[in-house]
């Protein structure tokens, strides 16, 4: 059945960055789904790939759909088929790009369909890989649910590190069932790597992979191309290729 990833923390510790690295370097070990769950979508472009259909539209038209429509009468199907037919196919992997916030109303019945059906397609892959958005709204609103595996990513900042803590915090609150929670470190120097993770044990974050501040990936992102064109032998990678390593170990062991 293959196992979901998600990727959460707090805005701006480079969870596309993430994102977009573990989706490249997994489609190597399996098929892949990618799903971009951020309203503010950045991974198509993390990735080098263009789309033009979201689930968000979709969203829009079932909320104002009048009472008597077909859309409304029908609307778990209409929001099965616009994400079947969202669904963006490349030669490495599958993208799903979920759109733009959500407007007024109440979209929880919406959203459960969404999850539903996120599942029902996650099962046809190795591997899904969920960009999250920032911040513990996605937890709070139970979207990540039934994820096997949540990487928690902080930056070497106290905010960070205690964003990433509250939403380990959260999750058990919510009782939100994950096989494994794995903190990452992005962006680490080497003269902040001892005090950054002595800071996270202090507030009982063990970080399990801390990825190397490189500066040919804020190169990229800087000059508008894809992150994952960094080197092979960047240190950003192979500290990728490690978590990738933790993450088919956490598959095999399922």
Not at 40 to 65: F, H, M, T
Not at 137 to 148: F, G, I, P
């Amino acid at each position: 059945m293959g196992i979901a990833i998600a990727i959460s923390g707090k805005g701006g510790v480079g969870k596309t960055f993430l994102s977009s690295m573990l989706i490249k370097r997994l489609a190597k070990q399996g098929t892949v789904l990618a799903i971009d769950a951020d309203p503010d979508s950045n991974l198509p472009e993390a990735l080098g790939v263009s789309v033009d259909k979201n689930v968000g539209q979709a969203r829009e038209d079932i909320i104002n759909a009048p009472a008597r429509s077909k859309v409304a009468a029908a609307k778990e199907e209409y929001l099965k088929l616009s994400i079947h037919e969202s669904v963006h196919e490349f030669p490495d992997f599958d993208v799903i790009i979920m759109g733009r916030p959500e407007g007024e109303g109440c979209y929880c019945a919406v959203n459960h369909v969404i999850r539903q059906v996120i599942d029902s397609r996650s099962q046809g892959y190795d591997f899904t890989v969920i960009d999250c958005h920032g911040g513990l709204e996605h937890l709070s609103r139970r979207t990540t649910r039934d994820v096997d595996v949540m990487i928690v990513v902080a930056d070497p900042t106290k905010n960070g590190i205690l964003t990433a803590k509250r939403i380990q915090e959260l999750a058990e609150e919510l009782s939100v069932e994950f096989g494994a929670i794995i903190p990452v470190m992005n962006r680490v120097t080497s003269e902040v790597k001892a005090g950054a993770g002595q800071m996270a044990s202090e507030n009982g974050l063990e970080i399990a992979v801390f990825i190397p501040f490189d500066p040919a990936v804020a190169l990229l992102d800087i000059e508008g191309k894809p992150v994952t064109g960094v080197p092979e032998d960047s240190p950003a990678v192979v500290a990728v290729d490690e978590l990738c390593k933790l993450l088919i170990e956490h598959a095999e062991g399922t």
